[in-house]
């Protein structure tokens, strides 16, 4: 392949996408309805036309066929007369006019025949265009939609990667933690305050044995028995101290 045929493809490639996008279907749809309705005047016109020229010639059919009945009158009466020479002049004029008729005849069964034939095809065309106007109004529709929709799906696309879009789930990130923190302070803050109860509730309980403690060494059950010597009672008294004292840290350890 040479370099120009190269170089010409190259050209009409880009010359055809050019004219390809900028190409507006409804435009084009419209232009093409015009180019029909164009198509349609001038189909009418040659019906039309056609229909006059038919006319003309059946009049001169009708003429020449009047004429070259008269002419054989005309014969007839001059052959009884007599006139032969008349006679024969008459079938000569006759003889034209009946050749002229039938040239004329053959013309004009070919004229309805395509005058048949146009108004088949004018019809088609009608049919066409009536056809043609119902899918341009369809096809216009179907364009419209599909140009809302391309529109929606940029402005949704657009939204998706805006900087606002990206700034409210920021804020809302931030809301949510603003939350969790709060949740958690509050959680904190409840339970310095059930520790704070809890260390009332067992220093009260420690308060309680303490003080059941001293009653029970200031005042001994009648039923216990003195102790025989001095000796004997302090060691009692300090097993008694020793086994209450362990009592009391049983106690604390399970509080």
């Known amino acids: 392949m040479g370099i120009f045929d190269r170089i010409s493809r190259v050209i009409r490639a880009n010359v055809n996408d050019m004219i390809d996008k900028a190409e507006?279907?409804?435009?084009?749809?419209?232009?093409?309805?015009?180019?029909?309705?164009?198509?349609?005047?001038?189909?009418?016109?040659?019906?039309?036309?056609?229909?006059?020229?038919?006319?003309?010639?059946?009049?001169?059919?009708?003429?020449?066929?009047?004429?070259?009945n008269?002419?054989?009158?005309?014969?007839?009466?001059?052959?009884?007369?007599?006139?032969?020479?008349?006679?024969?002049?008459?079938?000569?004029?006759?003889?034209?006019?009946?050749?002229?008729?039938?040239t004329l005849k053959a013309q004009l069964d070919s004229q309805v025949q395509q005058i048949d034939a146009l108004r088949r095809n004018l019809t088609a065309l009608e049919s066409k265009i009536s056809e043609a106007k119902t899918k341009k109004d369809m096809l216009k529709a179907r364009i419209s939609a599909a140009k809302a929709n391309k529109q929606l799906q940029s402005t949704i696309s657009n939204i998706n990667s805006s900087s606002a879009m990206s700034a409210f789930e920021r804020?809302?990130?931030?809301?949510?933690?603003?939350?969790?923190?709060?949740?958690?302070v509050g959680e904190l803050a409840g339970m310095g305050e059930d520790s704070k109860w809890a260390s009332l509730e067992g220093g009260t309980a420690v308060d309680d044995e303490l003080e059941a403690l001293r009653l029970q060494l200031s005042n001994p059950e009648p039923n216990t028995p003195l102790p025989p010597s001095n000796s004997d009672n302090n060691v009692v008294d300090g097993q008694i101290v020793d086994d209450e004292l362990e009592k009391l840290r049983e106690q604390l350890r399970k509080s």
């Open 70 to 102: 008269t002419w054989q009158q005309r014969a007839q009466l001059a052959l009884s007369k007599g006139e032969e020479g008349l006679a024969r002049e008459a079938l000569v004029r006759k003889k034209t006019h009946a050749e002229t008729a039938a």
């Open 171 to 184: 804020m809302e990130e931030r809301v949510m933690l603003e939350e969790a923190e709060a949740s958690a």
């Open 24 to 68: 507006d279907p409804e435009k084009v749809l419209e232009q093409s309805i015009r180019e029909m309705g164009d198509d349609l005047v001038k189909m009418r016109q040659a019906v039309a036309q056609a229909i006059a020229s038919q006319k003309r010639t059946e009049q001169q059919y009708q003429k020449n066929l009047s004429e070259a």
